[in-house]
């Protein structure tokens, strides 16, 4: 039987998900303005890309702190829809989510129980390597990756955009946190019925540690989705162009030099795609906030 | 049975079918495989391959000519290098201190909200981290000009000069900061949510009853119970920060005289140039530097232990 | 308990990375290209009717949408060439694409300043060009000449001229069409601010990248470039003493504006009336047509003042070519392609005259192909927003003045860390022009040329 009375300095049992009754006191006026100001602070610069995109787009060159609701139009949004392949931006951005997603979500989980529970000779030096990957910038790899691709015959294809540093190795380094949490003796007893050792995984780790691996899939969905170096790099066609790349294909009439003509424009038509691209992503989240949370307290690092 | 009998039979290793044993054994190899494979393929075999480059001087076209050393000792010998390092040296600076008490006021004040609020905070910090990067520079740019910007004039409503957030080399450091102070706290901050959610309520009140402030709560409880999220989360930061190159490359473009080139945006001036043996050697520098600074985070948090 | 990584898992990290890279550097890794080093010349079709399928790469915007236009034209002369038109982010995409050399376009939309750089990618264009060399702007040849061939097809010619605020100007008793130097200039600037004591009359920009390219239009018109034909650095010479010394004054008697092309502080200070003289290339009077509502019709271009009396009195700055990489499948079909949009009056007619995408016309360049931009044959309208002058005219008569001598060297953008950031420092009051030029050569030779 483990021990119902959580200790501060002992790793809480994974399935303690359920919110404790505790009194709130309340906060202070103090604390509200600051927590307020922090949120205006956050929103602000985003609500004025949002409010901007509909505005006249040389107005949004000229006056960019002027909003004249009746010069508001859907130009933008629509000029957007027309010249911006942010059709396949979704496309392909969904598809690397589903994809590489899938795969981090099924193998890192899978390593990290190996070093969880398991004790196998080149453990840490296995282990060191996913440090390793932790550690490595993108962009010191790039053009070596590139060639790589290039040799098989991956360039601008779906698996250049996925293989690569598909099994996140803060996915496995957390994982291995939650899984060590799960009590030994489930998995002994799992043994003792004869169930493989995949089974174990199958039938006894996935279970209990779901609200982690839900939170895991809000953070690789994110982490995937704000992918930029690596895209940018490999995907040289619209046809595999991801989200992140569409609109920094855009922005490159802008950033750096305004050489060119239409530049307003072009402007108007970023901040039109930027807010189309905020919306899957801020709705996920807003749904999923509770899983998220319950994740990460499933496993959390302790203190 | 009890629990350490229980555990006495699954340890006897003459007890247990071979078969069993074998599956046992081998698992683990099999479970981290689809990694290691990954791992070699795309992150060992670049960089044996970025070693070897380095020590040529290729172009992107024809042969590569081997040179030795030289791209080597151009780098350690060249002042923008330094500088690159440097730059990175002094955004952490910037960034991380910061971020680490912003982010554990923050978590602690949302910990004590009532419940309807916090879900709507929630959200609003993650989204400056979920818009794209490009229009974010757009923002900043805008946000920040000299004289038309909008945190100029609210400089100006309370009578403090103009800045030049982005045009001069000593304010062009901490406005890239801010971007990424802006775009990431909001995700440290629900890190720290969920160490603190851990953390036993009965502690608290123990405290309270003994009259103990709420700061001085935070100092003694909150602050040492948290102390591996928070390592936790500076070794994270720390990794991005000298990582860091998609900011500069949308916002500054390394400059204004080159004050933004950190680490990982001097290294692509290499690439773009075409310059690419010493941008090779480039990479294996920094490679060696972010690991070097990682295990000394590592070494730090276990020494603390 | 093992939570992050034991001494013994470094060691045998390290000992493991140390043994497999000793491996793998004897082994051969990704093949990293062979010793082709002949420059290939591009050959035009001989079949009367050309048969196959290109892809062309286009900046994403308006340009892309007028040559996109062109493209039907283009098919009721060759209506078996199938065009593949798209939009890329060329600055991004092209190194990586010719280094993998996997589905490489056959015809680029390229900056000049960049063209060199690639020379070893693509098609030399000697032969193909070589009926209408004499027939095109020097500037451009020599834009994209290396060792002695060329590799862009040459797209628009930016003539540099100066905008003046003509109303403003008058009202303050100045007439700028008396202008004919830098000196008168900075005469007209001083006469200005005294008549009106906030302003700083004269534009200094403040990217270092278009300031840099602002210092080229200026040495252009002396007949003169940071990089001369054999690669050598011309920084260290009386004409770029003379250009360092003008930007100087302007900055030091408070004569100038200091901002980024077009951000909201330049535009404020061109709509009140402080900054009055815009030396810049002729695609500035894209800002007086859409940026500038309330002095709309107020601005008027002018050639730019002469470095010395009588001189040349127009550079070139900026401008764009097309270029055919090697590894593109049908390049010779893409020629034909961008032998009609530049050398074919239904081409070059479609892209510079009145058009769905600019009602008037494009007017912000003007054709490299000087048939094309012939004075009295206007292919854009008179320009609204500059008082309904006849802006075709005065670019073109200032593009024709533009001298060749003024190659590009290779490493003209990396150039920008030093010799565009040394001149911003200059700019701020920092260093002098002599200090510019020693600081800025220094840093080019030994971090650009001496590693080519």
């Known amino acids: 039987m483990t021990d119902t009375l959580v200790r501060p300095a002992t790793a809480a049992s994974a399935s303690a998900a359920e919110p404790r009754p505790r009194r709130k006191p309340s906060l202070r006026l103090g604390s509200h303005v600051f927590l307020l100001l922090l949120l205006l602070a956050f929103l602000a610069p985003v609500a004025w890309a949002i409010l901007s995109s509909f505005k006249q787009p040389n107005d949004i060159i000229r006056d960019p702190l002027g909003f004249d609701v009746s010069t508001f139009t859907l130009q933008n949004f629509l000029t957007m829809f027309q010249d911006v392949p942010i059709g396949n931006g979704f496309l392909n951005t969904g598809i690397v989510l589903v994809l590489k997603g899938g795969i981090t979500l099924f193998f890192a989980p899978l390593a990290a129980f190996a070093f969880a529970k398991y004790e196998f000779l080149g453990k840490n030096l296995i282990f060191g390597a996913v440090l390793i990957t932790l550690m490595l910038p993108t962009v010191v790899l790039i053009i070596p990756l590139l060639l790589e691709m290039k040799a098989l015959g991956w360039v601008n294809t779906y698996q250049a955009l996925i293989l690569p540093g598909a099994i996140d190795a803060f996915a496995i380094f957390w994982m291995r946190q939650v899984i060590s949490a799960v009590p030994d003796e489930l998995l002994d007893a799992a043994r003792v019925d004869g169930a493989s050792e995949f089974g174990i995984y199958w039938r006894v780790i996935l279970p209990v540690i779901r609200p982690g691996l839900a939170g895991l899939a809000v953070l690789t969905i994110m982490n995937i989705y704000n992918d930029f170096v690596w895209p940018v790099v490999i995907a040289s066609s619209d046809r595999m162009s991801t989200l992140q790349v569409v609109l920094s294909t855009l922005a490159q009439n802008i950033t750096g030099n305004r050489i060119g003509a239409d530049y307003a424009t072009v402007t108007g038509e970023l901040l039109a795609a930027s807010s189309v691209a905020l919306i899957p992503l801020l709705v996920l989240f807003i749904v999923l906030q509770r899983h998220f949370i319950n994740g990460i307290l499933a496993g959390s690092v302790k203190g | 049975m009890t629990t350490s009998a229980l555990r006495s039979a699954a340890s006897q290793h003459v007890r247990r079918p071979s078969a069993a044993r074998l599956r046992r054994r081998s698992a683990p190899y099999l479970f981290v495989l689809p990694f290691v494979a990954i791992f070699l393929a795309f992150s060992v075999y670049p960089l044996v391959f970025t070693a070897r480059l380095s020590f040529t001087n290729w172009h992107g076209s024809g042969a590569a000519e081997w040179v030795g050393w030289d791209n080597y000792a151009y780098l350690l010998a060249n002042e923008a290098f330094w500088g690159s390092l440097g730059n990175s040296a002094i955004l952490w600076l910037l960034i991380v201190p910061v971020q680490v008490v912003l982010s554990v006021l923050v978590a602690v004040l949302l910990n004590s909200a009532k419940l309807r609020l916090r879900g709507l905070y929630r959200v609003a910090f993650i989204v400056p981290f979920v818009t794209p990067l490009v229009a974010v520079a757009q923002i900043w740019v805008v946000l920040f000009d000299q004289q038309y910007g909008a945190i100029n004039a609210i400089l100006g409503i309370v009578g403090l000069p103009d800045i030049g957030w982005l045009t001069t080399s000593t304010w062009s450091k901490p406005t890239l900061a801010l971007l990424f102070l802006w775009k990431t706290t909001g995700f440290i901050v629900i890190i720290l949510l969920s160490g603190l959610q851990s953390i036993d309520q009965s502690m608290y009140e123990a405290a309270e009853l003994d009259g103990a402030s709420k700061l001085r709560q935070l100092w003694s409880i909150t602050v040492p119970l948290l102390r591996r999220t928070i390592m936790f989360a500076v070794v994270l930061q720390t990794l991005a920060v000298f990582q860091m190159f998609a900011e500069p490359f949308v916002v500054t473009q390394g400059g204004p005289y080159n004050s933004t080139t950190t680490a990982g945006y001097y290294l692509y001036n290499h690439i773009t140039r075409g310059d690419l043996g010493t941008g090779a050697a480039n990479s294996f520098l920094l490679v060696i530097l972010v690991m070097a600074l990682s295990l000394s985070f590592v070494r730090l948090l276990r020494a603390k232990d | ?452």
């Not at chain 3, 079709?45 to 308006?62: N, Y």
């Not at chain 3, 008058?170 to 007439?175: L, N, R, Y």
């Not at chain 3, 047509?289 to 271009?301: V, Y």
């Not at chain 3, 292919?379 to 003024?406: E, H």
């Open chain 3, 1 to 452: 308990m093992n939570r992050i990584m034991s001494r013994r898992g470094v060691r045998l990290t390290a000992a493991g990375a140390v043994a497999v890279s000793a491996l793998a550097l004897a082994a051969c890794g990704p093949d990293i290209g062979t010793g082709e080093t002949t420059s290939d010349r591009l050959q035009a079709p001989t079949a009367a009717q050309p048969e196959g399928e290109i892809t062309i790469w286009d900046r994403s915007g308006d340009l892309y949408e007028v040559f996109d236009a062109v493209i039907d034209d283009f098919n009721e002369k060759y209506p078996k060439i199938t065009v593949h038109h798209e939009a890329v982010d060329i600055n991004s995409k092209l190194q990586n694409t010719l280094i993998t050399g996997t589905d490489v376009p056959d015809g680029v939309f390229l900056d000049d300043a960049l063209v060199s750089g690639y020379a070893d990618h693509l098609w030399d264009l000697s032969d193909v060009l070589s009926p209408y060399i004499d027939d095109i702007a020097p500037q451009k040849i020599d834009a994209t000449t290396v060792d002695g061939g060329i590799y862009g097809v040459p797209y628009d010619l930016n003539p540099g001229l100066l905008f003046y605020n003509a109303t403003v100007l008058e009202a303050a008793g100045i007439d700028a069409t008396t202008v004919e130097t830098y000196d008168d200039l900075l005469a007209a600037a001083r006469a200005y601010q005294v008549a009106v004591p906030s302003a700083k009359p004269i534009h200094l920009e403040q990217s270092a990248f278009l300031g840099q390219l602002q210092l080229e239009m200026y040495a252009s018109q002396l007949g003169t470039s940071i990089g001369g034909a054999d690669g050598e650095l011309r920084l260290d010479s009386p004409e770029y003493e003379q250009i360092l010394t003008f930007l100087d004054t302007v900055q030091s008697e408070g004569l100038g504006t200091r901002a980024e092309y077009l951000s909201p502080t330049d535009i404020a200070e061109l709509e009140n009336g402080n900054q009055v003289f815009y030396p810049w290339a002729i695609w500035f009077d894209f800002a007086p047509q859409q940026l500038l509502p309330d002095t709309s019709g107020d601005w008027r271009a002018m050639e730019l003042p002469a470095w010395t009396d009588g001189g040349v009195r127009s550079g070139a700055m900026g401008g764009s070519s097309f270029v055919l990489p090697k590894d593109g499948e049908n390049s010779e079909l893409a020629w034909l392609f961008y032998e009609f949009l530049m050398y074919d009056d239904s081409g070059y007619s479609a892209v510079w005259g009145t058009n769905d995408v600019y009602p008037t016309g494009l007017n912000t360049s003007i054709p490299a192909y000087l048939p094309a931009a012939d004075p009295a044959k206007a292919l854009f309208q008179p320009v609204d927003a500059l008082g309904g002058q006849d802006l075709w005219k005065v670019a073109t008569d200032a593009g024709s003045q533009i001298p060749g001598g003024t190659p590009i060297p290779s490493w003209w953008t990396g150039a920008v860390d030093y010799l565009g950031s040394d001149l911003q420092r200059m700019l701020d009051g920092e260093l002098s022009p002599d200090e510019v030029i020693s600081s800025a050569s220094d840093g080019i030779q030994t971090n650009l040329i001496d590693r080519q």
